[in-house]
């Protein structure tokens, strides 16, 4: 009876375990907070600060997963539609001028399904 228990609560684990993986973690809120050094930069464009840049790689750190990178995507792209001034070109190009590969694009238009 012991090993039975045992092996339920092993594989009722494995189960939150392998579930966990599919849902975001990542909140709208914490990735303002990553870019919100970046604000000058995406209006102006220029040349991105050493802080902007750290909050990209943190973005970068926070959305290991597909689902945390869609929802940073959903958050990114409401917060490009609220502010239209922000420039597309300099938001587009933020991570490379950071020298961090990211596959969250900065985009009120962009599709995060994909």
Do not use: W
């Not at 689902?67 to 070109?89: F, G, V």
Request: proline share 6%; hydrophobic share 40%; glycine share 6%.
């Amino acid at each position: 009876m012991k090993g039975i228990v045992v092996t339920l609560l092993v594989v009722l684990a494995m189960a939150t375990f392998m579930a966990r993986p599919s849902e975001a973690v990542v909140t709208c809120g914490q990735v303002q907070a990553s870019l919100s050094q970046c604000i000058g930069y995406l209006m102006q464009g220029g040349t991105p600060s050493a802080e902007c840049c750290v909050g990209v790689k943190s973005l970068k750190d926070l959305t290991q997963s597909q689902s945390d990178r869609q929802a940073a995507c959903e958050c990114l792209k409401k917060a490009a539609a609220d502010h239209p001034n922000i420039k597309s070109d300099a938001a587009s190009d933020l991570p490379k001028k950071c020298g961090v590969p990211s596959s969250v694009p900065i985009s009120p238009t962009v599709n995060c399904q994909k």
